[in-house]
């Protein structure tokens, strides 16, 4: 990974409008020319930061869901913004698409009509292995009519097997939690849980 310049690095941010930020600065960034610049603080020790930063973690991660047919941003490039206090970022073309927390606050019910759609991909994630702890309305995308993608899965894991039941409940559970926190309670969680398992016990029984 090269080192940016705090000059390019200044440059970008003249050029760029800031899309996320918070206490410790500027997360996400979308560029004059429409890519995004997604940013990384570390709070892991310094020395596993700088063997395996998070801009590479990112980055890897992207490649396998890609690999697994899960629509992901398009990663361009992973840089290093400041190695020695572990700040990394990815540069990207963002997937296009909105999120369906957008999309529940533009139109609950156009939401509630996913519901079948969005039951199903979360078992194809979860027969793939595919525990990702963050799976929640702000990182799920509507991509197509037909297709989903992820964004910022950092967390995400990949296990050898199909995930099992207490992968399958913790997961709802965050769900359950993020829900609440951001106060979207009209979301039908309760139906997208019985679609998915419905889903899970047909597949089951087939052969």
Known sequence: MRTVTANEFQDWLAHSEVLEKDSHGVKVLR???GRYLKIFRSRRHPLLVRCFPEAQRFT???QRLQQMDILTPQILEAVWIDRHNGVSACLYHPLPGRTLEQLYHQDPANLEAMIPALARYILKLHRQGIYFRSLHLGNILQATEQQFGLI???DIRFKWFPL???HVRRNFAHLRSYLQRRRLVAFP???????YEALRTHQGKQP
Request: avoid cysteine; hydrophobic fraction near 40%.
């Open 31 to 33: 560029r004059d020319d």
């Open 60 to 62: 890897q991660h992207a």
């Open 152 to 154: 910022d899965f950092l």
């Open 164 to 166: 099992g039941q207490w």
């Open 189 to 195: 969680l309760e139906r997208l849980m019985a679609d």
